[in-house]
């Protein structure tokens, strides 16, 4: 006897899904080890017009990390976690030259490189590179930013660019509301 699809594709035929899948932690956790694996969008070029820091807090539960967006020389994706106490660096839209952490003023350059951290000036071998923020890989395809996973972006650029490749993205604005 042949499997039936999870969700049969003639909506006369369909069921809701399992119960476990609403249920069972394992499988919440099973899903959201998958989803951290892929590309989430997290912006439009747009975004970045006013403030050159744009934090991403839809995708902490997806990822287990609070990101941020930073325009400097290009765009990158940083962990929006200070390496000294795990305080938030940006929580909202801004611009600036520099990330700095609220908390004891560790100051990081906009490409994750800590900088300075006041009343630390002549400790010896500090900063170093674990005192950085991370970086994740940020992909972006005609004006949209996605951020994540390590899965391989081409196939999926490929199907944004079959399905919709035809929208002029790059013209769209972002809307704060």
Not at 17 to 45: D, M, N, R, T
Not at 50 to 65: H, M, S, T, V
Not at 132 to 155: A, H, I, S
């Amino acid at each position: 006897m042949e499997d039936s699809p999870l969700i049969h594709p003639d909506i006369k035929k369909a069921h809701t899904l399992p119960s476990k899948y609403y249920i069972e932690s394992s499988v919440f956790e099973e899903i959201i080890s998958k989803l951290s694996k892929s590309f989430h969008f997290a912006g439009h070029v747009s975004q970045f017009e006013k403030n050159n820091i744009i934090p991403l807090p839809q995708l902490e539960n997806i990822l287990c990390e609070s990101l941020i967006l930073v325009k400097s020389d290009g765009i990158r994706c940083l962990s929006n976690v200070c390496t000294h106490r795990g305080m938030l660096i940006a929580t909202s839209p801004c611009s600036s030259k520099t990330l700095k952490c609220g908390y004891h003023g560790r100051t990081f350059g906009l490409d994750g490189c800590m900088k300075n951290m006041p009343e630390f000036e002549d400790v010896e071998d500090f900063p170093s590179q674990k005192d950085d923020l991370k970086e994740f890989q940020v992909m972006e395809w005609r004006g949209l930013y996605f951020v994540g996973g390590n899965k391989f972006f081409d196939p999926v650029s490929e199907e944004l660019e079959r399905r919709i490749g035809w929208i002029n993205l790059e013209q769209f604005r972002h809307d704060e509301s």
